[in-house]
Antibody, heavy 122, light 110 residues
Framework: QVTLRESGPALVKPTQTLTLTCTFS??????????VSWIRQPPGKALEWLAR???????YYSTSLKTRLTISKDTSKNQVVLTMTNMDPVDTATYYC??????????????WGQGTMVTVSS | QSALTQPPSVSGSPGQSVTISCTGTSSDVGTYNRVSWYQQPPGTAPKLMIYEVSNRPSGVPDRFSGSKSGNTASLTISGLQAEDEADYYC??????????FGGGTKLTVL
């Protein structure tokens, strides 16, 4: 069974750096064709794709946020980490990690985590 | 890059069919058959319903179908059921090697 679970602080202050961890099971990110992305959703608003990391360590970032984002993986721990610098109240959202795989398509997410809510406030 | 354009809401009665549109540009929907659709009931994570314009993952009812014409993709739900009530989002790969979502459509089953 494939599962993903997001973890990180529920509250961060403006200008701080957010670090989120996605811990997954049921697949290996070292397997050819596997990818993990981060997606966020502000309360009552639409989904927004943030970043993706691939099995071969290729990384892709949202054009509008790429200067603030860093995605990395630790295959030994089955984890993907996202850092976002200079947090602002508009970054308040539920942050999801999700898997995609080339066997289906790397551009669609077949398994999602439950999401973690992050509030940015002083 | 702006979000893909979806109608804010659609509605239908049980048994009817509804179609949700998703309009992009020649830099995304119009060029790539990498359009996906997600269903998101309130308070839950999204669920993949359609990928690559018209393919259904295992377990998704065949009442859900997808298509594309030019810069607009569409999701059609036939034989509407109460359990279909949810928010629906489209997404597309882009020429910038990124992914873009639509603004979401709230489906109400009357």
């Amino acid at each position: 069974q494939v599962t993903l679970r997001e973890s990180g602080p529920a509250l961060v202050k403006p200008t701080q750096t957010l670090t989120l961890t996605c811990t997954f099971s049921g697949f290996l990110l070292s397997t050819s064709g596997m990818c993990v992305s981060w997606i966020r959703q502000p309360p009552g608003k639409a989904l927004e794709w943030l970043a993706r990391i691939d099995w071969d360590d290729d990384k892709y970032y949202s054009t509008s946020l790429k200067t603030r984002l860093t995605i990395s993986k630790d295959t030994s721990k089955n984890q993907v980490v996202l850092t976002m610098t200079n947090m602002d109240p508009v970054d308040t959202a539920t942050y999801y990690c999700a898997r995609s795989r080339a066997a289906v398509t790397i551009h669609a997410f077949d398994i999602w985590g439950q999401g973690t809510m992050v509030t940015v406030s002083s | 890059q702006s979000a893909l354009t979806q109608p804010p809401s659609v509605s239908g009665s049980p048994g009817q069919s509804v179609t949700i549109s998703c309009t992009g540009t020649s830099s995304d929907v119009g060029t790539y058959n990498r359009v996906s659709w997600y269903q998101q009931p309130p308070g839950t994570a999204p669920k993949l319903m359609i990928y690559e314009v018209s393919n259904r993952p295992s377990g998704v009812p065949d009442r859900f179908s997808g298509s594309k014409s030019g810069n607009t993709a569409s999701l059609t739900i036939s034989g509407l059921q109460a359990e279909d009530e949810a928010d629906y989002y489209c997404s597309s790969y882009t020429s910038s090697s990124t992914l873009i979502f639509g603004g979401g459509t709230k489906l109400t089953v009357l």
